[in-house]
C-alpha cells in the first residue's frame, strides 16, 4: 500500500467517523421505534443536544484527540491525555469551539488525568 493510499484511508476512516456521529448527535436516546418511525436520512439540526446539522460529539472529538496525538507525538498516553483535558478545558477539536456533552464516566477520568493521575489508572475499574 502506497503512502498516499494509507493516508487516504485513515483520512477516510475519520471521516466516516465523524459523519456517523454527527448523523447520531440529534438522535442520541431515542428509541429503536422512534428511528424507524422516522429514520435517519440526512443530516438534522437540534434535536437532543440543540445542536446545528454536522455536529459531531464527544465521541468524535475525542477520536479527533487520539489521532492527532498518535500522529504528532506517537504512542504516548500522557500526550493523548492531554489533549482530552484541553477538548474538556479549551473545546479542542470540538466542531463549534465547546464540550456540549460528555458522560460521567469520561468527565470523571479526564477530572482524574486533570489531578495528575497516571493514564493507565484515571479510568474506572467497573465494567
Given at each position: 500500500m502506497t503512502a498516499t493510499n494509507r493516508s487516504n484511508r485513515i483520512n477516510g476512516g475519520l471521516l466516516g467517523l465523524l459523519v456517523?456521529?454527527?448523523l447520531g448527535v440529534p438522535v442520541e436516546f431515542t428509541s429503536?421505534?422512534?428511528r424507524l418511525a422516522d429514520p435517519m436520512t440526512g443530516m438534522r439540526a437540534y434535536g437532543t443536544h440543540k445542536q446545528p446539522a454536522g455536529t459531531w460529539s464527544d465521541d468524535g472529538s475525542l477520536a479527533l484527540c487520539t489521532a492527532s496525538s498518535l500522529?504528532?507525538?506517537g504512542y504516548d498516553l500522557r500526550d493523548t491525555a492531554t489533549r482530552f483535558?484541553?477538548?474538556?478545558?479549551?473545546g479542542y477539536w470540538t466542531p463549534h469551539g465547546s464540550v456540549f456533552d460528555i458522560g460521567y464516566t469520561t468527565r470523571h477520568a479526564i477530572k482524574r488525568l486533570?489531578?495528575?493521575v497516571v493514564t493507565t489508572e484515571?479510568?474506572?475499574q467497573r465494567e
Open positions: 456517523g456521529d454527527a429503536r421505534a422512534e500522529v504528532e507525538a483535558v484541553r477538548w474538556l478545558d479549551e486533570r489531578q495528575g484515571a479510568g474506572g
